[in-house]
C-alpha cells in the first residue's frame, strides 16, 4: 500500500481563513456531508472550535470514521509584526497542543509551520515538528510560504525536508522557479487562494489583501480571460481555475460561506487543453498577492 502523503491528501479540500467559528462550523459540517475530506484550518484563524464542533456532529450522525477526514491546522510562528513573539521549541509544542485541544481530535493529519517570520527559531521550530510526527500526533509535518532560501536552511542543517509546502499559486503567480524546486525535493504542494483572478474573490469589508483595483477590474471584465475559457470548457470561472492546478498535481483548498458555490468548487470533471494550460501559464504576473502584509516568501 501507497501510504506516502501525496496519496493520502484529498485533491479538493475546505479552506476556512475569513470565517469565524460559526461559519467554520456550518461550512466544515456541510462541506464533509456533501464529499469533502479535508479541512484546513490555522490556531490564527481562530476557528478551529468550529471545526471542532462539525466533526463532532459528523462523527456522531454518521458512518464516517476519523481517519477518513483530513485535518491540517498551522502553527502561528510569531514575528510578523513588533509584538509578535516568536515561538521556540516549547512554544511550538504548546500552540500545537493549544490547536489539538481546540480541534478536540488525537491527532492531526498535516502541521505546517504558517509562514517563515519565526527566522532564527525557523530551525527549532521545525525540529518541533520532527518531534510531533515521531510521536505520531501528527502524520505529515509541513510548511507554508517557505520559499527556496527557507526550505534550503533544513538542507543545510541536515534535517528532513517538508511533507508539503502550503503556498499561494493562480494563474496570476505561478511560481514557476518554486514549484520547480519543490517537484525536485519531493514536497507537495498545496495551493491556496486559487480563485484570486476572480472579481468575487474577497469582496466583503475586513477581507483585506493586496489585490488592487485594475486586477478587480479584469475579473470584472465581460472579456476577461477566465470568463472566456469558462465558457469553452463550460464550466464556471471557479471550477476552471481549480482544475488548472488539479492538472498540476496542487491539492486546493476554495474557501467559501455560500452552500452552491462549495458545491461548484467540488464538482468538476474535465481536461484543459496543453495549448489552453500554455496559454495561462502567459498571464503569470509574477508575485504574491494575498497577504495584506507583503509576500512571505520574501522573508530572510
Ligand atoms: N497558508 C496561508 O498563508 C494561506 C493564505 C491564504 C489562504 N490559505 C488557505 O487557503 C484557503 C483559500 O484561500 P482564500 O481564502 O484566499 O481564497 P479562495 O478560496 O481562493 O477564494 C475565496 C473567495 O472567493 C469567493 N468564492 C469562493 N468560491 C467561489 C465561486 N465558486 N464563485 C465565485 N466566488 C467564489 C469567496 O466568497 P464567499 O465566501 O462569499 O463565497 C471568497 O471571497 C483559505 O481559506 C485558507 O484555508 C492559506
Not at 11 to 20: F, P, Q
Not at 54 to 82: D, H, V, Y
Not at 156 to 172: F, G, S, Y
Request: aromatic share 12%.
Amino acid at each position: 500500500m501507497d501510504n506516502s502523503y501525496d496519496q493520502i491528501i484529498p485533491k479538493v479540500g475546505l479552506g476556512t481563513y475569513n470565517m469565524d467559528s460559526r461559519e467554520s462550523e456550518f461550512m466544515t459540517y456541510e462541506a464533509i456531508k456533501y464529499g469533502y475530506r479535508h479541512i484546513d484550518t490555522a490556531a490564527v484563524y481562530k476557528n478551529e472550535d468550529g471545526v471542532s464542533r462539525a466533526l463532532e456532529r459528523i462523527f456522531n450522525e454518521t458512518q464516517l470514521k476519523r481517519e477518513e477526514i483530513f485535518i491540517t491546522t498551522k502553527l502561528w510562528p510569531g514575528g510578523l509584526i513588533k509584538l509578535d513573539r516568536v515561538r521556540d521549541y516549547k512554544d511550538t509544542f504548546k500552540s500545537f497542543e493549544k490547536s489539538l485541544m481546540r480541534l478536540n481530535l488525537e491527532y492531526i493529519d498535516l502541521y505546517l509551520i504558517h509562514s517563515p517570520h519565526g527566522k532564527s527559531k525557523r530551525i527549532e521550530q521545525w525540529k518541533s515538528l520532527m518531534n510531533l510526527k515521531e510521536s505520531g500526533k501528527v502524520k505529515y509535518i509541513g510548511v507554508s510560504n517557505w520559499g527556496i532560501n527557507h526550505i534550503n536552511e533544513l538542507k543545510e542543517n541536515n534535517l528532513p525536508l517538508p511533507d508539503a509546502n502550503q503556498i499561494e499559486i493562480h494563474p496570476w503567480s505561478q511560481k514557476p522557479e518554486l514549484v520547480k524546486y519543490l517537484r525536485e525535493n519531493d514536497i507537495d504542494i498545496i495551493a491556496y487562494s486559487s480563485l484570486v483572478p476572480l472579481s468575487s474573490w474577497r469582496h466583503k469589508d475586513g477581507e483585506n489583501s493586496k489585490k488592487t483595483d485594475q486586477m478587480y477590474k479584469i475579473g470584472e471584465s465581460e472579456n476577461s480571460p477566465f470568463r472566456l475559457l469558462a465558457q469553452k470548457y463550460n464550466c464556471t470561472e471557479a471550477q476552471f481555475l481549480l482544475q488548472w492546478a488539479v492538472q498540476q498535481n496542487f491539492a486546493v483548498l476554495p474557501k467559501t460561506v455560500n452552500l452552491d458555490r462549495m458545491k461548484e468548487n467540488f464538482d468538476f470533471n474535465f481536461e484543459i487543453s496543453q495549448n489552453d494550460m500554455d496559454y495561462v501559464r502567459t498571464l503569470d504576473m509574477g508575485g504574491s498577492i494575498t497577504w495584506e502584509y507583503g509576500d512571505p516568501l520574501k522573508v530572510q
